[in-house]
């Protein structure tokens, strides 16, 4: 089993930053591969941003540039530092990972941009 608990977030003018981050503990998490989703009122989940163990990063288009992810790994933690907030970033914002072949999620945090 893996837990995922997620602080931060919340709300923020347009053009302001944020960050959010992610605790991971249980006997299945082995610093794996940890992950950033988000998901609008009415629309998909969609990818957000990832980190291996090794600190390689991956980013959707829309967010490149703007926001960054790293991780402690002593800590079992992982960040998303979000910079340039535009309203449509509004969303609640997953932290995700798999372990043992499941994938395991966070409750969620909400982060609202006003325009």
């Known amino acids: 089993q893996v837990q995922l608990v997620e602080s931060g977030g919340g709300l923020v003018q347009a053009g302001g930053s944020l960050s959010v981050s992610c605790a991971a503990s249980?006997?299945?998490?082995?610093?794996?591969?940890m992950g950033w989703y988000r998901q609008a009122p009415g629309k998909q989940r969609e990818f957000v941003a990832q980190?291996?163990?090794?600190?390689?990063?991956n980013y959707a288009v829309s967010v490149k540039g703007r926001f960054t992810i790293a991780r402690d790994n002593a800590k079992n933690t992982v960040y998303l530092q979000m910079n340039s907030l535009k309203p449509e970033d509004t969303a609640v914002y997953y932290c995700?990972?798999?372990?043992?072949?499941?994938?395991?999620w966070g409750q969620g945090t909400q982060v609202t941009v006003s325009s």
């Open positions: 995700q990972t798999i372990a043992g072949g499941r994938v395991y």
């Open positions: 249980g006997s299945a998490f082995n610093g794996n591969v």
């Open positions: 980190i291996t163990t090794a600190g390689r990063t």
